[in-house]
């Protein structure tokens, strides 16, 4: 699995999971929990993930939707 995206805005990773599971593309949501931890303050962010093989094709999503990637 691959980093693709970071973000404290919940939005821009369910547009972004959609946008992927439409190209079936499989992701995975880590951190989403994290704000039980910080009360709900959006500080930490969430990421997806994507599989390794699938990355280069993840990443011609994002960029052609104009979501922000890791760097």
Do not use: H, W
Not at 27 to 38: A, Q, R, Y
Not at 44 to 69: C, G, H, S
């Amino acid at each position: 699995m691959k980093e693709l995206l970071r973000s404290t805005d919940p939005t821009v990773i369910a547009f972004a999971t959609v946008l992927l599971n439409g190209e079936n593309i499989k992701c995975f949501e880590v951190d989403s929990n994290m704000s039980i931890l910080e009360g709900s303050v959006g500080i930490i962010p969430r990421r997806l993930l994507v599989r390794t093989d699938d990355y280069d094709r993840a990443l011609t999503v994002m960029r052609d939707n104009q979501i922000e990637l890791v760097s």
